[in-house]
């Protein structure tokens, strides 16, 4: 017979893990306990909150000890010192940092999450790894928070990614993102010059999602999505055009797609009908996010500092390609 060892074990709330409910805390603490024996250890008070028995929709607070009365194995489980985000390269052009967040200059080629081609390398293991080194990041003592990222690009698009530190700076920027309190621009260069210099595309989108490619209609269909793109040419040789982007909407692919539905495709996007040759220098679409603009139209908490602040990045790869003109 087989006994299993069951010794108190006790664990703080840190700020990190307030805010959230036991059970999902509990979730992310003890990844390989099925849940139905987390249920069952709660409903029979083998977990303990403050010393008082506790519920699954209990709200943790900041200081909360909460003791278990669990099999060893799932505190052994979740102590082991293999991180897989040290195996990212500490890798980044950093835009912006203060104590709450780090706004990223990701390079074309590098993955924001890891996907199914994943191979240790990813902007987010980057950052854990980076954050780790610097003494910021300490998952044994976080427990269930993990360094995160806001907003995601491309594989082959370049340029600003905000990364969250903590999990209340976490929290308001995806409020605030949703919002669309955050407004995000784009550098393109296009095929072609549009017959306007500036407008408001609109239309109606859909996703075949085996082939990860989208089609933009003009009215709506079963299942599209509304889609709305600002742009303006910032200057014309004739056969390309540079332009700035603002999605007004925030769908897969919405710029790549919405641009060529017009006949001005991007340079170096095959997959939605442009130009196979790319800039010099460049190996992917002619994309970039440069510039983020912080507007804040209700309060921000502890992000309230970054109300009306611009960023851009340094230097987009392909925006010299059609030369500023003298006059």
């Known amino acids: 017979m087989i006994i299993a060892v069951m010794n108190m074990r006790t664990l703080q709330i840190g700020k990190n893990d307030a805010g959230q409910r036991l059970d999902k805390f509990l979730q992310k603490r003890f990844r390989t306990m099925p849940k139905a024996m987390m249920y069952m250890y709660i409903r029979k008070k083998c977990v303990k909150r403050n010393g008082k028995k506790c519920a699954i929709d209990d709200m943790l607070r900041e200081g909360d000890v909460l003791t278990?009365?669990?099999?060893?194995?799932?505190?052994?489980?979740?102590?082991?010192?293999?991180?897989?985000?040290?195996k990212a390269p500490v890798k980044l052009d950093i835009v912006y940092e203060d104590e709450n967040l780090i706004l990223l200059d990701k390079k074309p080629g590098v993955v924001a999450?890891?996907?199914?081609?994943?191979?240790?390398?990813?902007?987010?293991?980057?950052?854990q790894h980076y954050l780790y080194e610097?003494?910021?990041?300490?998952?044994?003592?976080?427990?269930?928070?993990?360094?995160?990222?806001?907003?995601?690009?491309?594989r082959n698009t370049g340029g600003i990614v905000?990364?969250?530190?903590?999990?209340?700076?976490?929290?308001?920027?995806?409020?605030?993102?949703?919002?669309?309190?955050?407004?995000?621009?784009?550098?393109?260069?296009?095929?072609?010059?549009?017959?306007?210099?500036?407008?408001?595309?609109t239309g109606y989108i859909t996703k075949n999602e085996s082939k990860n490619k989208v089609t933009v209609h003009?009215?709506?269909?079963?299942?599209?999505?509304?889609?709305?793109?600002?742009?303006?040419?910032?200057?014309?040789?004739?056969?390309y055009s540079l332009a700035e982007i603002e999605l007004l909407t925030g769908r897969t692919h919405q710029i790549r797609a919405h641009m060529a539905s017009i006949g001005?495709?991007?340079?170096g996007d095959t997959k939605y009908g442009g130009e196979k040759k790319a800039p010099d220098g460049f190996r992917s679409q002619a994309l970039y996010s440069y510039k983020l603009k912080f507007r804040f139209t209700g309060d921000a908490g502890i992000l309230n500092y970054l109300d009306g602040r611009?960023?851009?990045?340094?230097k987009v790869p392909f925006e010299d390609f059609i030369p500023p003109s003298d006059t």
């Open 310 to 314: 611009e960023f851009r990045v340094k």
């Open 134 to 154: 610097k003494g910021e990041y300490d998952p044994e003592a976080e427990k269930a928070f993990s360094p995160a990222l806001v907003n995601r690009i491309d």
């Open 264 to 267: 001005h495709p991007l340079v």
């Open 68 to 86: 278990f009365y669990i099999k060893d194995e799932f505190f052994e489980e979740s102590e082991k010192k293999s991180y897989e985000f040290l």
């Open 162 to 201: 905000i990364a969250a530190k903590n999990a209340e700076s976490l929290r308001i920027l995806n409020q605030k993102m949703k919002s669309r309190e955050l407004e995000k621009y784009y550098l393109c260069l296009l095929c072609g010059k549009p017959k306007r210099d500036s407008g408001i595309l």
């Open 113 to 127: 999450h890891p996907d199914k081609s994943y191979h240790f390398d990813s902007l987010i293991g980057r950052v």
């Open 218 to 239: 003009k009215t709506q269909v079963e299942g599209a999505k509304e889609i709305r793109t600002r742009y303006q040419v910032l200057r014309s040789d004739g056969r």
